[in-house]
């Protein structure tokens, strides 16, 4: 499941209109307008290998002088709790962040 929403997210920050217009649907016209602004400056959105890659995210956002290294997480429940698997994944992926000065999302 979380590889629909990674791929949402892509097609999103690339300021690909479909992508864009998928994800704006129930939005209003103020935030439409907004949303719309990522076809004007896209981000180069780069795939992560699946496996074996400890702190570098499921995507690589980036854009003129920004860079973040995102990992995708989905859930039936409403939150998303940090434990297990999931704490090893953040917490190696804060740790690269900081070394290499980027800010994990």
């Known amino acids: 499941?979380?590889?629909v929403y990674e791929?949402?997210?892509r097609?999103?920050?690339a300021g690909e209109l479909k992508g864009v217009r998928a994800v704006t649907k129930s939005c209003s016209e103020v935030?439409?307008?907004r949303a719309m602004q990522v076809l004007q400056r896209p981000f180069l959105v780069v795939r992560a290998p699946g496996s074996?890659?400890?702190g570098t995210g499921d995507l690589l956002v980036?854009?003129?002088d920004m860079?973040?290294?995102i990992e995708v997480k989905s859930s039936k429940y409403s939150r998303q709790y940090l434990s297990g698997r999931t704490m090893v994944q953040y917490e190696a992926l804060r740790s690269t962040g900081e070394r290499c000065g980027l800010l994990p999302l």
């Open 11 to 13: 097609a999103v920050l």
């Open 7 to 9: 791929r949402e997210l």
């Open 1 to 3: 499941m979380g590889g």
């Open 67 to 69: 860079c973040f290294p």
């Open 31 to 33: 935030e439409r307008a």
């Open 62 to 64: 980036l854009r003129g």
């Open 52 to 54: 074996g890659s400890e």
